[in-house]
């Protein structure tokens, strides 16, 4: 079936540096994407969204990018800070189906 | 955003018993989603809640072994019946808003 990935399942970043995060999309009819971070014992907090007719948004110290013609999505994240450490999830809701399809999962770790 | 309180945050069973997590949101909402986030990978939705009607679950979930109610608009059950091993996994309901996907912090639970 349709499916949400992710590129890598582990990213070491130097506290300091910037911190790009991608994902693979394979469903065309997608039209939502949402970046969650999950921190240990918590539940997924948002950081992130992007609908198919945007190609770039922006936040604090993030940006979410979609190429819709590879179908990709990435998050960057700024100057990476310690608390920045935790598991990022990309996620896609497709068409007139409501429902979240989650990616696998990157651990992000920061080092001092 | 809404605000999701989930109980109990953890709990350890013995197979062969049930156990009912419950899910409190502060606000009405239409529909509520119940997910399974075994240990070390992404979140799966189980099924969909909504007010007044049968839940629909997704494909490998079925009702007698996750029964689920949804008495009103701010307040779902998920029970997982007759738990082996194979149910320890964190357990988490989320809301979908205008604004967003929200998500409680989760019911860890490990079945011995």
């Known amino acids: 079936g349709e499916s949400v990935g992710l590129h890598l399942p582990t990213l070491s970043v130097q506290e300091g540096d910037n911190s790009i995060i991608n994902c693979a999309y394979s469903n065309s009819a997608s039209d939502y994407f949402i970046w969650y971070k999950q921190e240990s014992g918590k539940g997924p907090q948002f950081i992130i969204d992007i609908r198919s007719n945007m190609d770039k948004r922006q936040g604090q110290r993030v940006t979410v990018l979609l190429n819709k013609t590879v179908k990709h999505l990435s998050l960057q994240i700024a100057a990476t800070q310690p608390g920045d450490s935790a598991v990022y999830f990309c996620a896609e809701i497709g068409g007139a189906n409501s429902k979240l399809t989650f990616g696998k999962g990157i651990t992000l770790s920061v080092r001092p | 955003s809404a605000v999701i309180s989930q109980k109990p945050s953890r709990d350890i069973c013995q197979r062969g018993t049930s156990l009912t997590i419950q899910c409190q949101v502060d606000?009405?909402?239409?529909?509520m989603f119940w997910y399974r986030q075994q240990p070390g990978q992404s979140l799966t939705l189980i099924a969909t809640?909504?007010?007044?009607?049968?839940?629909?679950?997704e494909s490998g979930f079925v009702i007698d072994k996750f029964p689920i109610s949804r008495p009103n608009l701010t307040f779902s059950t998920l029970t997982v019946s007759n738990m082996s091993p194979e149910d320890s996994s964190i357990y988490l309901c989320?809301?979908?808003?205008?604004?967003?996907?929200?998500f409680g912090s989760g019911t860890r639970l490990t079945v011995v």
């Open positions: 809640a909504n007010q007044g009607s049968e839940a629909t679950y």
């Open positions: 606000s009405q909402v239409t529909m």
């Open positions: 989320s809301v979908g808003l205008i604004d967003g996907y929200t």
